[in-house]
C-alpha cells in the first residue's frame, strides 16, 4: 500500500479541528494517511500528537483557509498592484512623470506580457544586469561570488513574463534564450509552473542554466503550497513534500496513485491527461540540449518554492538513474528554500549530490521563514541537506549545516523577530548610502520591509536580501 501523510485543509470543519486541538481526537478527519484505519501503526508521530504539534497543524491549516479565502482578493489586488507599479514605470518612475505625461498627452499605458512590464518582484528589485559574470571564470570557480550572482539574478528573473526574460538574456546579459514553459501544476490545476532554460553561448555553450520561479506575492496557491505538510514516501528516495511534487506535474493528492504512475509511466501520464508536466519537459529539453553542446554543464536554481523544484528536479533524474545527465551538473543553487523531504532523501542526496564533489548550495538570509518550513521534528520528518549558506542582517557569510533556529514557533522567538525586522527598515533606507546608488532600495521594497512588522520573516525572503548576498557577501568564521 501506498505512503503517504495528507492534512487537509479543505475538507476539514472548525469543529473537527477545536476537538484535534483540545483532546487530539478527530485525527482521521485532519489527517489522511496511506494506511487505511491504522493510524495507530504510524508510532507516536500521528497517533499520539503533541499539544505543539497539534497547534502547528491547525495554524497551518487555518493559514491555508484563510489565505485559500483570499485567493481572488489576493489575485485582483495583484493585477491592480502591478498595472499601477508598471503605469509608473514607463512614465517616468513616478507621480510627477506620470501626470506630466498625462496633461501632455504622452502617457504610456503597460502591455500586460510585454517586454517592459515588470511583476511585482521586479519592481521591488529592478537591478537586471548580470554583476561581473564570465562563464569561462564561474565554471572554473565554482564558489565563485559570480556564478552566485548569476544564479540570484537567473532566479529573480523566473518571476517575470516569458518576453521579459527572453529580452533580459539576449539584450542584457547577452547570451541564449532557449525557451520558456508554463506547466500544469496538479495543486493549482493549472499552468502555473513557470520555468526558463538559457545558455551562456548559441554555439558550444559551456553553461545551460534552469530556474524554476518561485512564489508570486499575490498567488494564493503558491502560500499555501508552501505552509502544507504534506508528504508521499517514494521508496527509493524517501518521504518527499507533496505540494512540490504536484508542482512538478508528477501526480494530485487528489488521486494519490497517480504519483506513482508518473513517475514509473510518464507517457501514459501524460496522455491520460494531455497537460505538460514541468519534470519531463525540461529534462527532455535538457537531454537534448546536452547532445547539441558536448562540453556543457547545466545549473538548477531557484527561489523559494522555484528552490525546491530546483533541487526535487535532480533527485527525480537520480531516481529514474539520468547518469549521464546527472554527470553534467555543475550545481544546484538555491535561495530562501524550504525543506523538501526527509532524512532517507537527506542521505540519498548527500551521497548522489553532495559527495565526492559538494554541488547543492543552498543560501538563507538572516530570519528568512521560508527555509525554517515544514518543521524539521519527529512529527513532521523535513530536513534540509547540503552546505547552507547563511547570512546575517549585516551580510556576513558562515557555512553551516542548518541556519539558525532551524523552527520558528513560539513566544520566545516573537521579541528577536520583531526587533530584526525594525532593524531591517533602519538598514534597507541606509543602504544606498552606505553601498551606492546601485544598492538604493525603492519605495517598493522599503513598503515591502515595513510589511516585516506585520508578517515577521516573510519580508526578509524578497529576493533583494539574496542579490544583496551575492554581492555584498564576506566570509566569517563567527558572527
Known amino acids: 500500500m501506498e505512503d503517504y501523510l495528507i492534512v487537509r485543509s479543505d475538507t476539514v470543519s472548525l469543529a473537527d479541528l477545536a476537538r484535534f486541538l483540545t483532546y487530539g481526537e478527530r485525527v482521521e478527519k485532519v489527517i489522511e494517511t496511506g494506511r487505511v484505519g491504522s493510524l495507530e501503526q504510524r508510532g507516536p508521530a500521528v497517533s499520539a500528537l503533541s499539544q505543539d504539534h497539534r497547534w502547528v497543524i491547525v495554524v497551518s491549516i487555518v493559514a491555508r483557509r484563510i489565505i485559500t479565502f483570499l485567493r481572488k482578493p489576493m489575485e485582483l489586488y495583484g493585477l491592480v498592484v502591478e498595472f499601477f507599479l508598471n503605469l509608473l514605470y514607463l512614465n517616468g518612475g513616478g507621480l510627477v512623470g506620470l501626470i506630466r505625461n498625462l496633461l501632455t498627452g504622452k502617457i504610456v499605458m503597460p502591455e500586460r506580457g510585454s517586454s517592459s512590464y515588470l511583476s511585482f518582484i521586479g519592481h521591488i528589485d529592478t537591478r537586471l544586469d548580470l554583476h561581473n559574470f564570465q562563464s569561462q571564470s564561474a565554471l572554473r570557480e565554482l564558489e565563485g561570488r559570480a556564478l552566485l550572482d548569476f544564479c540570484i539574478m537567473a532566479s529573480k528573473l523566473a518571476y517575470e513574463n516569458a518576453n521579459v526574460v527572453e529580452d533580459v538574456v539576449t539584450n542584457r546579459w547577452k547570451m541564449h534564450f532557449v525557451e520558456f514553459y508554463s506547466c500544469w501544476n496538479e495543486y493549482q490545476k493549472e499552468r502555473s509552473t513557470q520555468v526558463f532554460i538559457m545558455c551562456d553561448k548559441q554555439k558550444n555553450a559551456d553553461i545551460i542554466l534552469i530556474s524554476f520561479r518561485g512564489t508570486e506575492p499575490f498567488d494564493a496557491d503558491d502560500w499555501c503550497t508552501d505552509f502544507d505538510y504534506s508528504w508521499y514516501h517514494i521508496p527509493q528516495l524517501g518521504k518527499i513534500h507533496m505540494g512540490f511534487l504536484e508542482a512538478l506535474g508528477l501526480g494530485t493528492r487528489d488521486q494519490i496513485s497517480t504519483v506513482q504512475l508518473s513517475l514509473q509511466d510518464p507517457k501514459s501520464f501524460s496522455e491520460n491527461r494531455n497537460k505538460r508536466n514541468a519534470y519531463y519537459t525540461v529534462r527532455n529539453k535538457l537531454r537534448s540540449l546536452l547532445k547539441v553542446h558536448p562540453n556543457a554543464k547545466f545549473i538548477v536554481t531557484g527561489h523559494s518554492l522555484g528552490g525546491a523544484l530546483a533541487i526535487l528536479f535532480p533527485a ?17 543553487s538555491t535561495f530562501g528554500q524550504p525543506r523538501v523531504g526527509d532524512a532517507q532523501l537527506e542521505r540519498f542526496m548527500e551521497a548522489h549530490v553532495c559527495h565526492p564533489v559538494e554541488k547543492y548550495f543552498r543560501v538563507v538570509y538572516c530570519n528568512d521563514l521560508i527555509p525554517r518550513i515544514p518543521y524539521d521534528d519527529c512529527m513532521f520528518l523535513y530536513k534540509h541537506f547540503g552546505v547552507c549558506r547563511y547570512y546575517n542582517s549585516l551580510f556576513i557569510e558562515k557555512e553551516m549545516k542548518e541556519e539558525p533556529d532551524r523552527n520558528f514557533f513560539g513566544v520566545k522567538y516573537i521579541i ?10 533602519i ?15 525603492t519605495w517598493v521594497a522599503t513598503f515591502f520591509t515595513i510589511l516585516g512588522l506585520v508578517m515577521p520573516g516573510i519580508s526578509a525572503h524578497c529576493p533583494t536580501n539574496y542579490v544583496n548576498c551575492a554581492r555584498l557577501g564576506k566570509k566569517s568564521s563567527r558572527f
Request: aromatic letters at 10%; proline letters at 2%; one cysteine or more.
Open 416 to 425: 528577536p523577530l520583531y526587533l530584526t525586522a525594525v532593524w531591517e527598515i
Open 316 to 332: 527525480i533524474l537520480l531516481l529514474h538513474e539520468e547518469t549521464e545527465v546527472v554527470e553534467r551538473l555543475l550545481a544546484v
Open 427 to 441: 538598514k534597507g533606507l541606509a543602504m544606498g548610502c552606505i553601498f551606492g546608488s546601485e544598492y538604493k532600495e
